[in-house]
């Protein structure tokens, strides 16, 4: 028998995390060496950055620069063992979870499963409207974006060639905004020289989002300012306009006075997100409430109503804290995997703990080179010094220090040359080609 199991055995407290995001990694750390058995387990072996994804979708990193093995992340704990699994069953009357087919006993269950892509009843516009979530998306999303350039560079149609030449990124959140952002300098900078038969610089993205503002949890001020910069990048921004249909290729709007069809082969959903698939087999077990994104009502001190040794953080979570339900962003889920993770050690020890409440440390979200809006505390910054503080945060959280150096090393390398690396169109190759036929047949 191996050591881990053996201290397993040894340790009588036993807890199990579902979920290796931030929430979950969070709780188990901070679990680490202390008297209880920890199992983490996760369907994916690794911890995505999922913050800085989008410039995997856009080719300023590569996958591996944002993504740590989970193993490697605790290997330095021996009470911590990881399983890769997907938990498909919950017995809350027995404190067991089953994941392919394995029973896992628990004392205290932590449910830290995350979100997914919120299509708001239209399911159907997933596959001409793919979000971002995953390495799997990005990695699609970075191959359909330079696919559009290749095409576009052997289309003699003006109209078919500005077509392919259209981005556009549904919802005006950070994600959209920083996608929005970082394909204008693609083709409005970095892109300028590698063509010959077209410019880059025709190319057209476009911004929608259906609220007055986009960055809609920021102040006003702050917001009117991201707008502006983006526009100074060549984005056009799009407020109060209603996405109403999307098809392959166009997308249908309404705004409050007309409604107009974009032609665009590139469409980016960033409008919301709901609860994993997950909400639905614990709520089912535990009889726990829900909102409309299947997120899961919680105590104050995070666990499920009639189930005090369950806890649910992260996007997963609907906890409200002076009214308002907290936004599905990653400190909420590190302060709360935090949380969750000393009560436990104090429920071990017999002491009690205050009620969980999160501190808003603010907001942060980069337009462009140099370019970044930022909500801290009371202070609101814009421009370079903003971008600065966007950079070291976004590289103080990246869980392994040698995905720091990495990061850094690319970014400085980035902003330097204005060279985006990771510009690979990965996949099967003869897609491109099937795609410029399909392109010419219509």
Known sequence: ????????????????????????????????????????????????FQPLLYQVATGGLSPGDIASPIRA??????????????????????????????????????????????????????????GLKTIEDALQIRSYIFEQFEIAEREPDPQKRQELLTFVLVGGGPTGVEMAGAIAELAFSTLRKDFRNIDTGDAKVILLEAGPFILPAYPEKLS??????????????????????????????KTESNSDLISAKTIVWSAGVKASGFSKILSAATHAETDRGGRIAVNADLSIPNHPDIFVIGDLALFKQDGKPLPGVAPVAMQQGKYVANLIRNKVSAKKTAPFRYLDKGNLAVIGRNAAVAQIWKFHLSGWLAWVIWLFVHIAYLIEFDNRMMVLFQWGWNYFTRNSGARLITGEINKIFAAKETVESE
């Open 1 to 48: 028998m191996n050591t881990i199991n053996q201290n397993h055995k040894k340790q009588q407290y036993r807890v199990v995390i579902i979920g290796g995001g931030f929430g979950g990694l969070y709780a188990a750390r901070k679990l680490g060496n202390a008297s209880v058995s920890v199992t983490l387990i996760d369907k994916r072996n690794f911890h995505l």
């Open 73 to 130: 992340v605790l290997n330095r704990y021996q009470n911590i063992r990881v399983i890769q699994g997907e938990v498909n069953k919950v017995d809350p009357v027995a404190k067991v979870v089953y994941a392919n087919s394995e029973a896992f006993s628990y004392d205290s269950l932590v449910v830290a499963t995350g979100a997914t892509h919120h299509y708001f009843g239209n399911t159907e516009w997933a596959k001409n409207a793919p």
């Open 224 to 253: 009117e300012k991201a707008k502006k910069a983006l526009e100074k990048l060549g984005v056009i921004v799009r407020t109060n306009t209603m996405v109403t249909d999307i098809q392959p290729g166009k997308i249908q709007v």
